[in-house]
């Protein structure tokens, strides 16, 4: 079998398992992507290899650095191949990494199940705007990407242009704010429910342009926040940011849901705090505690020997993305995460190592002038 | 500089000297007392720390190395010093150049690494005053050495009228250019191990980087040599205790490079190989990412700020190149990285 068929095979089984269908488990096409990604990808290969244990479980599964992305394309099919391509922002490290897909179907699919099951509180069309810049064409950020999806499925209305400057509202003003009052007039009006989907530096930037003030939306409406700040705004905690969205926008704290997501990833996480939404529907969720998609797991690792820590510990988060067919099953990252009941708590990104007396360190090294202006490509993103 | 002020100056250093010499050797009690709180302190290997003594303080400097620190050195009213901790050698080198500038000299080691100032300070008393913290005024200078975020915070906090004279992070490459016989390299992998497995590569003078003037086969096959003569100085020279935060750069690091391209285990260590123009730094702790490149000169200079050591194999005119686009590194053989010319701080980046 072609490397492209087996992919596609791949590919509608992963669907189908996002789908409800249990021909195989999580395990088993975690498993079965792993050893496609190892015939296929030289790099995997090289990494599978370097692990002394057979990989027999998910948690044998080697995860990719982030890193990789940036230094290396993490795909299994050429370039002449991509029907979609998302570059990092670098903002941390300096430098941009990229994810390409080949079939964007899956990417698609799992995205908007999960983001319905999170983010949609009743049966009404919604009303989607986007606290985030016009999104560029072709997309080169994942977030963007996904935003414009939701603006397009959540609807109900059938494909239309999302490429206006009333959906996406920030501009070099920063945020439009008479667009989002008219955005919730519009919501009111229609009987809709309004959907704002928001960086958390745009949040924090609307806030301090408010200087206190409200700008009160429908009752009904949710905020998706995700996202760190990266420098771009002053950071406020978690908590005090969703009391201050919620007492700004007049609406309950519980319709502030934070979504995790990465450009390396696929799938998304989110909290299961929307009153209404199937996600919470099935387990209530609390602020802070991000739920897996069924097709997604995190298996926290011991930062230094990447071995699985005992539950209930805090592990860097290795991600097991069954979308991620075509690029890295596994992800490494850098975030801390702790499993709690009914999902998992992030806790930030892991320090590197500090710089100790005058050796450089290699965030020091990412970020310094001239380094970052080489390593740094491609479009805008805003994750 | 008059005959008369140089000697003076000349003969303030003079005890730090003695000093230095008498804490190097092993056979004293004072050597021994030396080497076993540079183990506690600095986390290496009593190997390591034996190593770094004896390959890294100076305590042969030329008369012409010597004079040509002082003559370099401008005088001050008071010099102060601020220490980095890691590598401990240097405290010797930073009081000697402030010993230049002032006969009252001040000197805040790091908190993490107090001892060497200590040290020298007990076998040469009164040649210099430890200070819990610094206070310097109009008129005085002040050497400060660590990283950049210690050196923005010590800029922003220096009242007017102090020099400061600021040796904040770098790091060191290592320059192969074309191709050797076997009985050539072996001795330069030899020294390069040496050089990476100084203070645990904890050091601004450091390498990092192994820049390969030649095919791809060729670099592998010098990360593969190298990665052997790690693996041998591991056995005489254990590496030393690392920190979690360490360990966990250099998982990250280790993984990448797997997938990036080809990884040799060289001790505890890693020999790892990219591709060319795929710069990836390795994190602290014995290992070295070699790259290959068609013009190395081209490749090092967007790196430049940071760069103060480049050890250099190759041909003359090659150099000359490095040497002049590199002004703030000091070009030097291999096995010399970290034992630069006693003639003032060990980079270039502020002369």
């Known amino acids: 079998m072609t490397r492209n068929a087996r992919s596609d095979q791949l590919h509608q089984a992963v669907r189908r398992f996002a789908a409800g269908e249990r021909a195989h488990s999580f395990s088993e096409l975690a498993l079965q992507i792993t050893a496609f990604q190892r015939e296929h990808s030289p790099g995997f290969a090289r990494l599978c290899a370097s692990r002394t244990r057979p990989i027999e479980s998910v948690d044998d599964i080697p995860g990719v650095p982030c890193d990789a992305f940036r230094l290396a394309r993490v795909t299994l099919h050429p370039e002449a191949e991509d029907r979609l391509r998302f570059y990092t922002s670098g903002t941390t490290s300096g430098a941009r990494g990229m994810h390409a897909m080949r079939v964007t179907e899956t990417y698609h699919e799992l995205a908007l199940h999960f983001g319905r099951a999170a983010l949609l509180s009743n049966e009404r069309a919604h009303h989607v705007v986007a606290l985030a810049p016009l999104l560029d064409e072709p997309p080169t950020s994942s977030l963007g990407h996904m935003m414009a999806m939701f603006m397009v499925d959540f609807e109900r209305r059938g494909p239309f242009d999302v490429r206006t400057p009333e959906r996406w509202l920030i501009n070099d003003q920063g945020v439009d704010r008479e667009g989002l009052e008219r955005a919730g007039a519009r919501a009111r009006e229609r009987g809709e429910t309004l959907l704002v989907l928001a960086t958390s530096f745009a949040l924090v930037g609307l806030l301090d342009a408010l200087e206190g003030r409200e700008l009160l939306l429908p009752a009904s409406s949710v905020v998706m926040q995700t996202g760190g700040f990266k420098g771009k705004t002053r950071e406020i905690e978690p908590a005090e940011l969703r009391a201050s969205v919620a007492r700004t926008f007049g609406i309950a704290p519980a319709q502030i849901v934070s979504e995790y997501g990465m450009t390396e990833l696929t799938s998304q996480l989110y909290e299961a705090t929307v009153p209404g939404s199937a996600l919470q529907a099935e387990l209530p969720g609390e602020p802070g505690v991000y739920r897996e998609p069924p097709w997604l797991r995190v298996v926290p690792v011991d930062p230094a020997t990447l071995e699985p820590v005992a539950s209930g510990e805090v592990g860097i988060a290795r991600i097991v993305d069954l979308g991620n067919i075509d690029s890295a099953v596994a992800i490494q990252t850098q975030d801390r995460v702790r499993r709690v009941d009914g999902g998992l708590v992030l806790l930030g990104r892991a320090a590197g190592a500090p710089p100790r007396g005058c050796s450089l360190a290699i965030e020091e090294f990412m970020t310094a002038p001239g380094v970052r202006q080489l390593l740094t490509q491609g479009g805008s993103d805003l994750r | ?351």
């Open chain 2, 1 to 351: 500089m008059s005959d008369s002020e140089f000697e003076a100056r000349r003969a303030r250093l003079e005890p730090l000297f003695e000093s230095a010499r008498s804490l190097a050797d092993p056979s004293t009690e004072r050597g021994r007392h030396a080497r076993a709180r540079l183990s506690a302190s600095s986390g290496l290997s009593p190997q390591g720390v034996d190593f770094a003594i004896a390959r890294c303080l100076e305590i042969a400097a030329s008369d012409l190395e010597i004079a040509a620190l002082i003559r370099s050195t401008p005088t001050s009213e008071v010099a102060h010093v601020l220490l980095s901790a890691n590598v401990f050698v240097a405290a010797h080198r930073a009081i000697a150049i402030a010993l230049a500038s002032s006969a009252q000299v001040r000197v805040r080691p790091s908190r993490r690494e107090p001892e060497m100032a200590e040290l020298l300070l007990a076998g040469a008393p009164g040649a210099f005053q430890i200070v819990p913290e610094l206070s310097p005024r109009a008129g005085d200078r002040l050497w400060a050495y660590g990283s950049d975020e210690t050196m923005d915070e010590v800029a922003v906090t220096l009242p007017p009228g102090v020099a400061l004279h600021a040796h904040g992070s770098g790091f060191g490459v290592a320059v192969i250019d074309g191709p050797h016989s076997d009985a050539a390299l072996t001795p330069l992998l030899t020294a390069l191990a040496e050089d990476i497995a100084l203070f645990d590569q904890r050091g601004c003078l450091s390498p990092r980087l192994l820049l390969v003037n030649g095919e791809p086969g060729f670099a592998i096959e010098l990360a593969r040599e190298l990665a052997l003569e790690l693996g041998k100085l591991e056995q005489r020279i254990p590496r030393g205790q690392l920190t979690a935060p360490e360990l966990s750069e250099i998982a990250k690091y280790r993984d990448t490079a797997h997938f990036t391209g080809e990884v040799f285990e060289g001790g505890l260590g890693f020999v790892t190989v990219g591709q060319a123009g795929a710069w990836l730094l390795p994190p602290t702790g014995r290992n070295i990412h070699v790259l290959p490149s068609a013009n190395v000169v081209a490749s090092l200079l967007p790196y430049r700020p940071l760069l103060t050591s480049c050890a250099f194999e190759g041909n003359a005119e090659l150099r000359q190149a490095l040497r002049r686009a590199l002004p703030g590194a000091r070009v030097c053989r291999f096995g010399e990285m970290q034992r630069p010319p006693f003639d003032g701080p060990v980079d270039l980046r502020n002369a």
